[in-house]
C-alpha cells in the first residue's frame, strides 16, 4: 500500500492529509483522503459522472476535521478507487469493502455520513456488521428511498440516465442541475471540473456497471423491510426541493427506523453539503457529539 502525506489548502484551512491506494490489480483497496483527530468519521459520496468522494465532501472536510478523525472515501469504482464485477448490487459489494478497508486502516468503529448511493452502502454495511458503526447521518440517502406518490423514475435520475446512455457536455449541465434547488450555483468550472472525470477512460462503463447492478439477484431481503432491524441512532437529512430523491420518498422509510430523526431542509436539493453547507455541517457535528 503507498501511503503519501501532503499538505493541502482548502479555502483558508491548511491541512495535512494521508491519501493511500493500492495496486490497481487489488480489487479491495480503498483510496481516501484522512484529516483530523478525534472519533472516527467516515463519508461516503454518491453516484454518477464525475463523482468522487473528493468531489463530494472536499470543501467539508476543514469543518468536520476539527472535530473527528475524518475519511473521505472513494467508493469502489468511482475516483481512483478499483472496479470490480458486480455480481450482486452494488451496495453489498461497496459495503463489504468499506469494511475491509476499516479493517486495514484500525478502525474498529466510526460514525459515518452517507450521501445519496453512499447511504445506501451506510444503511447496508450497518446491517451486515452493527458493531462496527456508531451513529449515522444520512443525505438523501439511495435504498430508504420510496416512491410512494412520484413515479418510478424522478426527473433527477431521468437526467443521469440520459447522460450516461450519450454522454455531451449539455447532458452533464442538466444532470447537474437537477442535483440543485438553486441552478445559479452551477458554474463552468464545476461541469469542467465533473467532465474531466466523467471522460476518463473506462468511467461511463463503470458508471454503467455500477447502476446496471442495481437488479442483479441477492439472498438479502430488500433494505426497506430490513430498517426495523437498524438499531443504531440515525439522522436523516433530506432537501426539500429534492429532484432525484424527492422528499415524499423519505418518509416510508425513515418510519420504519427505530431511532431516525428526519431533518428536512428549505431551498435545498440532492446536495445539502452544498447548498445549506453550514446547516448541514453543525447539524451532523451536533448529532454526533451531543
Not at 45 to 51: N, Q
Not at 54 to 66: G, K, M
Not at 170 to 179: D, F, K, P, Q, R
Not at 204 to 209: D, P, Q, V
Request: glycine residues 8%.
Amino acid at each position: 500500500m503507498l501511503h503519501i502525506t501532503r499538505t493541502l489548502e482548502i479555502s483558508t484551512m491548511p491541512l495535512t492529509y494521508e491519501s493511500t491506494a493500492q495496486s490497481p490489480t487489488t480489487t479491495d483497496g480503498l483510496h481516501y483522503h484522512v484529516a483530523g483527530d478525534g472519533p472516527n468519521l467516515i463519508m461516503l459520496h454518491g453516484s454518477g459522472p464525475g463523482v468522487s468522494g473528493w468531489s463530494n465532501f472536499a470543501n467539508n472536510l476543514p469543518v468536520f476535521a476539527e472535530h473527528f478523525r475524518t475519511y473521505i472515501f472513494d467508493m469502489p469504482g468511482f475516483g481512483v478507487s478499483p472496479t470490480q464485477e458486480w455480481t450482486r448490487p452494488y451496495p453489498e459489494h461497496a459495503a463489504e469493502a468499506l469494511i475491509r478497508a476499516m479493517d486495514d486502516l484500525g478502525i474498529d468503529k466510526a460514525h459515518v455520513i452517507g450521501n445519496s448511493m453512499g447511504g445506501w452502502v451506510t444503511l447496508t454495511a450497518a446491517l451486515l456488521a452493527p458493531e462496527r458503526f456508531d451513529r449515522l447521518a444520512l443525505m438523501g440517502p439511495g435504498g430508504l428511498y420510496a416512491e410512494v406518490f412520484g413515479p418510478p423514475q424522478s426527473e433527477g435520475a431521468k437526467r443521469l440516465f440520459g447522460y450516461v446512455a450519450n454522454p455531451s457536455r449539455e447532458a452533464m449541465i442538466s444532470w447537474v442541475e437537477s442535483m440543485v434547488h438553486d441552478p445559479a450555483m452551477i458554474t463552468d468550472e464545476l461541469i469542467d471540473q465533473r467532465l474531466a472525470m466523467a471522460e476518463a477512460p473506462g468511467a461511463i462503463e463503470r458508471m454503467r456497471s455500477i447502476l446496471g447492478s442495481l437488479g442483479n439477484p441477492t439472498d438479502q431481503a430488500p433494505l426497506l423491510q430490513r430498517l426495523a432491524q437498524l438499531q443504531h441512532q440515525s439522522l436523516v437529512i433530506w432537501g426539500r426541493d429534492d429532484r432525484m430523491l424527492p422528499l415524499e420518498g423519505a418518509f416510508f422509510g425513515t418510519r420504519r427506523m427505530p431511532r431516525a430523526d428526519l431533518l428536512v431542509l428549505s431551498d435545498c436539493g440532492h446536495w445539502a453539503q452544498v447548498e445549506r453547507k453550514h446547516d448541514f455541517e453543525q447539524s451532523c457535528i451536533d448529532f454526533f457529539t451531543r
